[in-house]
């Protein structure tokens, strides 16, 4: 890993999807240190009692989460200034107009419909860096807002 990785966490409910999500970065080997929480709530937790300069780059979001839904986190981190260099990447197997709509207008850079194949996997979460990097500041583009597995 070099010096200069791209901390990512991944707040999602769903324990075999963080171990995939996990697993394909580690395959990817594109210089990331990923992170992991079980919902909404342990996320703003660690997020809320996190130096600035230690927050993740990106935070991939699932939106269906117990306790605290991943819109609620999302809102609560725009509401945030100490979050605005944190890119976000909705994470979800949601694949509802309303829930991207919502996510959009609420400031996420990138909605994600979770791939049932792992290489399909590898693929999104490498757009979702360049991505996430290269749509950092609103206006936000909804042509390049929805990443689908091709």
Known sequence: MNEKSIKILLADDDEADRLLFKEAFD???VGTSVETVNDGD??????????????PQI?????????????????EIRADVKFKEVS????????SENDMQETFLNGANVYIHKPN????????????????NVYQDPPFNKDNFLLVAE
């Open 42 to 55: 342990e996320l703003m937790h660690l997020m809320q009692n996190t130096e600035a300069e230690n927050l």
């Open 88 to 95: 976000v990447a909705i994470y979800s197997t949601s694949s």
């Open 27 to 29: 395959e990817l080997n």
């Open 117 to 132: 194949d792992f290489q399909k996997l590898k693929k999104l979460l490498e757009k979702a860096i360049i991505y996430a």
């Open 59 to 75: 935070l991939f979001l699932d939106i269906n989460m117990p306790r605290k839904n991943g819109l609620e986190c999302l809102k």
